[in-house]
């Protein structure tokens, strides 16, 4: 049985405070029935005094209590209506070991607990929408009191640490440590400092990132401490992969501007005639803007130097010239080389996927020499590049900003080829917004000459072995159209160089095809014009072929045994045309 006479006055006054500071009524009741204990609310709403017997006041209550009492009932909980007041009473059992000595009963007004069961489906609500977002963030989220305590933890930070949120809600973070569940706590950072803390931790080889995030209530004392948490391994090796490539890439570069500058270097531009002078003024006056530029002319007329000398003058030189023959890429890889490809794109690409030119030349110019031959879809996406300045890897979905100047050049008539529909009349007017047009060889007169002793000087020092033209092998090659232009002059020069025995080139080295055309600008030439005799006319042909016999051999004897004639004969006709 209770009793309260063994508390002293103080005690039973500090109880009885407690009792009134509740914001329910109270009572405790005896296995009796007496009411030996009622608070402020309880004696208001039921007009009841401390030791009062309830079997004969309130039999009502009595008989919802003496059940819990009795220990026929574990607890009770039902409404009654008592002095025209609706109470929904409560009632759990007083132990004392395992003896039941009395019952506390609580009682709550019905129209409060109406008022909460009013509010108590939109709290349900918002709390199952807020587990829901907790449960299905895919960031580890762990919740702590304001003393690290941890008081709940998704299923992310399950996964996480591979571990049951059972064996981790109410241990501290501290304690979590001591026990090498984690090396650092950003939540107990925080709860130290009050402030928001970021750190790394490590997991078993992997990298976690947690942010802890201090949540106050409205006086500022710390109450919650939200940890968010992500395994960031995999983000920091995909890192590291992204700076390996950006580093080979740069390593690429490099190696391109040094080879284009020992190119530059290597290859001097000759120009003589005004039309290839004018050629290269624009040349140069161009690539001080970053606008488009078409470059027109023939093939082997030396588009390229042309991109090489604009890259050379203009602001992009530290950064790469990308040169790309759109003619010499097979159309089914053709875009994947401009554009590159993501991982998966097509059969047999790189698992890690690859880089186009466009990237490459990211900062830089992009040379699409051959612009002709683009098949159709790829200039739909070099279009869309001039456009917007993105592009999109084949087998991509997000596209990527690079800055590219353009220069493309042709030997074709691209007016001619929109006409048929070969070519896009829009691309046509985005490349076309600087034209600059390189003369054929042939109509650069004044350039052979310098050309021609240019590759033979070069060519010689290459292959370690001096050589030079006769005047006669030298007439015939300034006489001759040069269809293939400079690539074909220079391609003649290499094979002389090569192929010839002796140090000097003559008519005898050159190709049967040119020195039968030089034959027959010399009949020309020898034509009567009626100004000279015949005489005139035969010792000017025999004073270009003793020239040449001189240029060729050493000495008289080799001279004479050559064309056929006495050593004296020859002595003679040199000082004949003062050749001696």
């Known amino acids: 049985m209770l009793d309260f006479h063994k508390l002293d006055v103080d005690a039973l006054a500090f109880l009885r405070k407690i009792f009134d500071a509740a914001g329910r009524g109270l009572l405790l009741v005896d296995c009796a029935g007496r009411a030996v204990l009622v608070n402020r609310l309880a004696r208001k ?23 819990v009492v009795s220990a026929k009932q574990a607890s009770n909980e039902a409404p009654l209506v008592i002095n025209n007041r609706e109470i929904l009473v409560q009632i759990n059992p007083i132990l004392q070991g395992e003896k039941r000595t009395g019952a506390v009963c609580v009682l709550v007004e019905s129209r409060l607990v109406e008022s909460m069961s009013r509010r108590l489906p939109s709290l349900t609500s918002l709390s199952r929408e807020l587990d829901a977002i907790i449960d299905s963030s895919s960031d580890g ?25 059972g064996d981790i809600v109410g241990r501290n973070m501290s304690e979590l440590i001591d026990a090498g569940f984690i090396d650092r706590s950003a939540a107990l950072e925080t709860s130290r400092t009050g402030d928001v803390v970021t750190l790394m931790q490590n997991k078993a080889g992997r990298k976690l990132m947690s942010i802890a995030t201090p949540v106050c209530n409205d006086v500022g004392e710390l109450e919650r401490i939200v940890v968010s948490e992500r395994d960031i391994t995999e983000i920091d090796r995909l890192q590291r992969e992204i700076e390996e490539q950006e580093a080979k890439a740069n390593i690429f570069r490099d190696q391109i501007l040094e080879q284009q500058q020992a190119a530059l270097e290597a290859r001097r531009v000759i120009a003589r005639s005004p039309s290839m002078v004018k050629a290269l003024e624009q040349a140069i006056k161009v690539s001080a803007a970053d606008s488009s530029v078409l470059i027109l002319g023939e093939s082997g007329v030396g588009k390229g130097l042309i991109a090489d000398l604009i890259h050379q003058h203009s602001t992009r ?8 023959n759109c003619g010499a890429i097979p159309e089914s890889l053709i875009e994947a080389e401009l554009f590159g490809y993501e991982k998966g794109a097509f059969t047999g690409a790189r698992d890690k996927g690859k880089p186009g030119h466009f990237e490459l030349a990211d900062g830089g110019i992009l040379f699409l020499d051959e612009i002709a031959e683009l098949p159709l879809a790829s200039q739909v996406k070099l279009l869309r590049f001039l456009e917007d300045g993105q592009v999109v890897r084949l087998g991509g979905t ?26 896009r009349l829009d691309l046509y007017y985005r490349l076309n917004v600087i034209p600059l047009s390189v003369p054929p060889l042939r109509q650069r007169g004044e350039c052979l000459v310098p050309l021609l002793r240019h590759y033979i000087e070069q060519f010689s020092v290459a292959s370690g072995q ?19 232009n400079v690539r074909e002059l220079m391609n003649l020069c290499e094979r002389l160089v090569v192929m010839t025995e002796t140090e000097m080139i003559g008519l005898t080295d050159l190709p049967a095809e040119l020195v039968a055309g030089g034959l027959e600008q010399t009949i020309q030439q020898l034509q009567w014009q009626g100004d000279k005799t015949l005489q005139e006319v035969l010792d000017d042909v025999e004073k270009q072929l003793l020239s040449e016999a001189r240029e060729r051999f050493c000495n008289q004897t080799d001279m004479a045994a050559a064309l056929g004639v006495n050593q004296s004969t020859i002595a003679r006709k040199l000082k004949k045309h003062n050749l001696n």
Not at 45 to 67: S, V
Not at 402 to 421: C, N, P, Q, S, Y
Not at 466 to 484: E, F, N
Request: charged share 20%; net charge positive.
């Open 141 to 165: 989220l762990f919740v702590c009191d304001g003393a690290a305590n941890v008081i709940r933890m998704n299923p992310a930070s399950e996964r996480i640490h591979q571990v049951s949120s």
């Open 398 to 423: 997000s596209s990527r900003r690079v800055d590219v100047r353009i220069l493309a050049a042709t030997h074709r008539d691209l007016k001619e080829m929109v006409a048929a529909g070969r070519f």
């Open 45 to 67: 709403w039921l007009n009841l005094a401390d030791n009062t017997l309830l079997t004969t006041t309130l039999p009502a209550l009595w008989n919802m209590a003496n059940p």
């Open 317 to 324: 030189s530290d950064s790469p010239l990308i040169k790309i």
């Open 466 to 484: 001096p050589k030079r033209l006769t005047r006669a092998a030298l007439d015939v090659l300034t006489h001759y159209d040069y269809p293939g």
